[in-house]
């Protein structure tokens, strides 16, 4: 859950961004914390990482047929018995719903909407916009930071690669971290588009990575679905940015379960001929896709930081991490050992025959040019 340096939240969602604006000027005073944004996913966000201590909504939020706005207060009042929730509406409401808004939690209807002018300011309080995830999307802000993938099966450590990870410039865009901005996606059926453009950014900054390092970028299960999409996508960016696709892994993520179709196996194949290789990224946590590995033909498996970090002093981690290595060899592909923080993990690492590894020992993750000095320290 976020923390929240003020005494009060209060939460306005309208996708009449103007009225928005005036009601958040409205509630605004001293202490207090406005947040207003567009649609019922942003809402449902909100609710899930802060208590709020109001909830102000257009009823026809996402459209008069829907029942989002009638779900978010019913969360919100299980969440918190003592929050106001007022509902608003430019339209005249069915009894029907005025009851089962009631029923829910609603605490105040108000139809017909207020008005208010949107130039009214606060003297005091935060207000802050939640952009929509179109916006999110759009947004210049929105960068890869690149992570170093170390070789520590010689003598000594040296670069191999790196993970291209989305970022927001540093208070660029308060309350957008990466996983409110997937969680986002997800809500709004937008991951196929959020994971296209990071596709695209990754490989334009790129550019400033040295030749011949791997790159690893981030690939959510759902987007394999969208396979000539992705695969035009990634085939033309990385021509124009001087990519060579040899180079470039995509690393599958568990965020989902993998579904196999013809159809997905075909985008793997076509890939696979272009000269793109695949990694399984935490393997053995959550929706574990070693049942899809004859599909996939990874040539890496990422063990996740849960097992990765100070495994040495685990006996548990240490046989886990020995098995994945064992399953590796069977399949004939390398294991990179993730959350990698200390000498002795990396001695570790080295001993117990992981070829590769990351962590924050050898670098946090940077911007291209930071990332490749970090990478080749």
């Known amino acids: 859950m976020t923390t929240n340096k003020h005494d009060e939240t209060v939460l306005v969602l309208d996708r009449d961004r103007e009225a928005a604006a005036a009601a958040a000027a409205r509630l605004a005073r001293s202490g207090r914390l406005v947040l207003t944004g567009s649609d019922a996913?942003?809402?449902?966000?909100?609710?899930?990482?802060?208590?709020?201590?109001?909830?102000?909504?257009?009823?026809?939020?996402?459209?008069?047929?829907?029942f989002a706005v009638l779900d978010l207060v019913a969360d919100a009042r299980?969440?918190?018995?003592?929050?106001?929730?007022?509902?608003?509406?430019?339209?005249?409401?069915?009894?029907?719903?005025?009851?089962e808004a009631t029923r829910r939690g609603a605490t105040e209807i108000i139809c017909p909407k207020y008005q208010q002018s949107a130039r009214a300011t606060a003297a005091s309080g935060t207000i802050l916009h939640i952009p929509t995830i179109d916006e999110l999307i759009a947004s210049a802000h929105l960068r890869p930071a690149f992570q170093p993938i170390i070789d520590v099966g010689g003598d000594s450590p040296s670069g191999y690669g790196y993970e291209s990870l989305a970022r927001f410039d540093d208070g660029a865009l308060e309350f957008c971290d990466p996983q409110f901005l997937f969680d986002y996606a997800r809500l709004t059926g937008k991951t196929a588009e959020l994971e296209l453009a990071c596709l695209r950014r990754t490989l334009r900054q790129a550019r400033a990575l040295p030749n011949g390092a791997k790159l690893f970028i981030n690939l959510h299960p759902h987007v394999l679905q969208e396979g000539e999409l992705l695969t035009r996508t990634l085939v033309t960016e990385a021509a124009y940015n001087g990519v060579e696709l040899r180079n470039v892994v995509l690393e599958i993520t568990e965020q989902e379960k993998l579904t196999v179709t013809p159809a997905v196996c075909n985008t793997f194949e076509s890939l696979r001929a272009a000269g793109v290789e695949f990694a399984l990224d935490d393997v053995g946590i959550a929706y574990s896709h070693l049942d899809r590995i004859e599909c996939v033909q990874p040539s890496y498996l990422k063990v996740s930081h849960e097992f990765g970090t100070d495994f040495e002093k685990n006996p548990t981690r240490r046989k886990i991490i020995g098995n994945i290595l064992s399953l590796a060899h069977d399949?004939?592909?390398?294991?990179?050992?993730?959350?990698?923080?200390?000498?002795?993990?990396?001695?570790?690492?080295?001993?117990?025959?992981?070829?590769?590894?990351?962590?924050?020992?050898?670098?946090?993750?940077?911007?291209?040019?930071?990332?490749?000095?970090?990478?080749?320290?």
């Open 41 to 66: 996913a942003v809402g449902s966000l909100v609710l899930a990482r802060m208590p709020i201590s109001s909830l102000h909504a257009d009823a026809q939020l996402d459209g008069p047929f829907s």
């Open 331 to 377: 399949f004939d592909c390398e294991v990179v050992l993730e959350g990698i923080e200390t000498a002795a993990t990396s001695g570790a690492a080295h001993d117990i025959g992981a070829r590769f590894a990351q962590g924050f020992f050898y670098a946090r993750p940077e911007r291209a040019a930071t990332a490749f000095e970090s990478g080749n320290a």
């Open 78 to 99: 299980q969440r918190a018995a003592s929050c106001s929730i007022v509902l608003t509406s430019s339209e005249e409401l069915t009894s029907s719903w005025r009851a």
